[in-house]
């Protein structure tokens, strides 16, 4: 098995079936897998599923189990030398999960990889990858922002290691997840690919953005149904500070988000 195919969905029928669609031109010459792990939808998405994709592996959680615990039961039954984690709001281009194996084959200290994420106008998407989110990191970025610019160029030709890439679609592989574990299921969504890059990055595999192969993002989809989502990110951010940067940077990180952000819990 080449490839294992983990999707994580969550009242988006429409835009799972698109993603479903385009599998099969995505993955062209691979052996794959397709798990779909449905967080609770309430729009018949599972129906649809076992209807029109008798082939895919359906696991049916009653309520929204967040993105990381979700992926991890995918993560338990998959079976592929390589797994990857895609949006339900994703369209893989052709040969695009196709070239990302052959990619992580040739380079065997690649632990975890994503694509070009495009925005469905063809432009490349924001935030497909980048640098730990250190306190000067993101100074950086407020900075850039402010310049009405960006700190990464997400239209790069050429591949180049990152700090983490985005879980909108990552290829993972086998045995760099079996020595560092799943997702933290402490976290509900937003900050679990880059704890899982910078993981493996600490048990020496390097995260790579590959921008040779491409993938459709709609992004927020799910989201956008989630009045929690913004207090989420903030409560990931503070959780992924005091886990990685200990207890005080934890605090100092919640103080400013509290300040700057009154509304939102942290």
């Known amino acids: ?3 294992s195919i983990i999707i994580v969905t969550w009242n988006v029928r429409a835009l799972l079936r698109t993603c479903l669609l385009a599998l099969p031109a995505a993955t062209a010459g691979l052996v794959t897998e397709v798990i779909a792990v449905d967080n609770g939808s309430t729009d018949c998405s599972p129906e649809m599923l076992a209807g029109e994709f008798p082939h895919v592996r359906l696991l049916r959680n009653a309520e929204n189990a967040g993105f990381a615990r979700a992926n991890n039961q995918g993560l338990a039954l998959a079976a592929g030398r390589y797994v990857v984690l ?8 052709p040969q695009s999960l196709t070239r990302m194996v052959q990619f ?13 994420l495009v925005r469905p106008d063809g432009a490349p998407q924001p935030y497909a990858y980048g640098e730990d989110p250190s306190p ?3 100074l950086r970025r407020g900075l850039a922002h402010r310049r009405q610019g960006y700190l990464h160029d997400w239209g790069a030709a ?4 990152a700090g983490w890439v985005s879980g909108a679609c990552l290829v993972a592989r086998r045995s760099a997840v079996e020595q560092v574990g799943g997702l ?5 969504m937003y900050f679990e690919d880059n704890d899982w890059c910078r993981r493996m990055r600490r048990e020496g595999w390097e995260v790579w953005y590959n921008p040779q192969a491409e993938v459709m993002h709609v992004g927020g989809a799910s989201l956008a149904q989630n ?4 207090a989420l990110y903030y409560d990931s951010l503070v959780y992924f500070y005091r886990k990685h940067y200990g207890r005080l940077a934890g605090a100092a990180m ?4 509290k300040a700057t952000h009154p509304h939102q819990s942290a």
Do not use: C, W
């Not at 895609?86 to 281009?93: K, M, R, S, W």
């Not at 933290?184 to 509900?188: A, G, L, M, N, T």
């Not at 009045?227 to 913004?230: C, F, L, Q």
């Open 1 to 3: 098995m080449d490839l």
């Open 86 to 93: 895609l949006n339900a709001d994703t369209e893989p281009l």
């Open 104 to 116: 992580m084959d040739a380079h065997p200290k690649a632990g975890a990889a994503s694509p070009r």
């Open 136 to 138: 000067i990191y993101l």
């Open 158 to 161: 050429a591949p180049l290691q």
């Open 184 to 188: 933290d299921e402490r976290i509900f």
């Open 227 to 230: 009045p929690r989502a913004r």
């Open 254 to 257: 919640q103080a400013i988000v």
